[in-house]
């Protein structure tokens, strides 16, 4: 039995070993400070204080926390999304609200960091992607 030259090389490109295993690397992972984490940190407390935190899924293999935050640290972080979303394009005008989020959204709010307000009232969903662990 003959082998045509590029019979040859497809069985040793796909009988070759594997690549080998490597040991995670359990290192925390380094920071720096960021003004826009401070945001983050501010809605998060504030929702965590307020007790105002949920579980949702999207079709069955995402599952995320989201931490509502509202008053003075949603205004703050509606107010410093102002130009990033305009930049993004992730602005929008609804139900009478200014919606405005970390990334565009393509189909759904879900997964997307957003605050929205009518002029008076503020209020941002933070995101936190956790695994099926929280499903439960």
């Not at 040859?8 to 796909?14: D, R, S």
């Not at 009478?96 to 002029?119: H, M, Q, W």
């Not at 503020?122 to 992607?129: F, I, P, Q, W």
Request: charged share 20%; glycine share 10%; aromatic share 8%.
């Amino acid at each position: 039995m003959s082998l045509k030259p590029l019979g040859l090389v497809v069985l040793v490109a796909c009988g070759g070993k594997p690549p080998p295993i490597t040991n995670p690397d359990f290192s925390p992972i380094p920071t720096k400070p960021s003004a826009r984490g401070k945001l983050y940190a501010d809605c998060l407390a504030e929702a965590v204080a307020s007790q105002h935190y949920g579980h949702a899924q999207d079709d069955g293999s995402t599952n995320v926390l989201l931490f509502t935050c509202t008053g003075a640290p949603a205004r703050a972080f509606f107010e410093g999304l102002g130009s990033w979303s305009k930049q993004q394009s992730s602005e929008v005008k609804a139900d009478g609200k200014v919606i405005r989020s970390t990334n565009r959204v393509r189909k759904n709010l879900f997964g997307v960091d957003y605050c929205a307000s009518d002029g008076a009232i503020y209020e941002c969903v933070v995101t936190l992607n956790v695994g099926d662990f929280a499903r439960q």
